[in-house]
C-alpha cells in the first residue's frame, strides 16, 4: 500500500499473560524471585499463569528491599521464611478481577490467601493492609496497568504485610 505494508500471519497475536510480562520487567525482578523460590509449596507461575482474570499489585524491587531491610536476620529472600513469604505473596492477588487503574473504587477487597485490603483513593490510589500500612499504588508508571491475557498488572511501593 501507499503507507505501509500488511502482512498476513496465521493465527491472532495475543499479548502475553501476567508472568510473563513480570518474567521480562526488571522492575520486577525481585517479585520474579520470590514467585519461582522453590521452597514454595505453591507453584506460583502456574497459577498466576491459568486463565484468570487476576489483578496483582506487585512489588518494585525496591519495595522488596524494603521488606528485607526490616528485619536484620534477613539478607535475602532465601532467609525469609517460605511461609511467611507463601502468605505475603498471596496478599497481593485479586483473583477473578481484572481492574485497571482507572476502575479502582474505594472499598475492601479479599486478596488470594482470603485476607483484606482496603482501596483508599482520597490520597491518591493506596492500598490499606490489615496491618495497617498504607501502600501508594504508582500510577503513571511504565508498569503500572500493564495489561496481560489473563490479568492486570499494578506496581507498587511497598511489600504487602498481611
Not at 522453590?38 to 506460583?44: A, E, K, L, Q, V
Not at 490510589?125 to 495489561?147: F, K, R
Request: aromatic content about 4%; glycine content about 8%.
Amino acid at each position: 500500500g501507499s503507507n505501509g505494508i500488511v502482512h498476513i500471519v496465521d493465527m491472532v497475536m495475543l499479548p502475553p499473560n501476567i508472568v510473563t510480562l513480570a518474567l521480562n520487567n526488571n522492575g520486577f525482578s525481585s517479585l520474579v524471585a520470590a514467585l519461582t523460590d522453590t521452597r514454595h509449596t505453591t507453584d506460583f507461575v502456574a497459577a498466576l499463569s491459568d486463565v484468570g482474570p487476576f489483578t496483582v499489585f506487585a512489588p518494585t524491587n525496591a519495595a522488596f528491599q524494603d521488606l528485607l531491610d526490616s528485619d536484620p536476620n534477613w539478607n535475602s529472600l532465601a532467609d525469609v521464611p517460605i511461609a511467611t513469604l507463601d502468605a505475603v505473596l498471596k496478599y497481593h492477588v485479586v483473583a477473578n478481577a481484572n481492574v485497571q487503574a482507572d476502575q479502582l473504587m474505594a472499598g475492601s477487597i479479599t486478596m488470594l490467601g482470603g485476607g483484606m485490603v482496603t482501596v483508599d483513593l482520597s490520597n491518591g490510589a493506596q492500598l490499606n493492609t490489615s496491618s495497617n500500612q498504607m501502600v501508594n499504588i504508582i500510577v503513571g508508571a511504565a508498569t503500572n496497568d500493564v495489561q496481560g491475557t489473563n490479568g492486570v498488572v499494578h506496581a507498587i511501593d511497598a511489600v504487602l504485610l498481611p
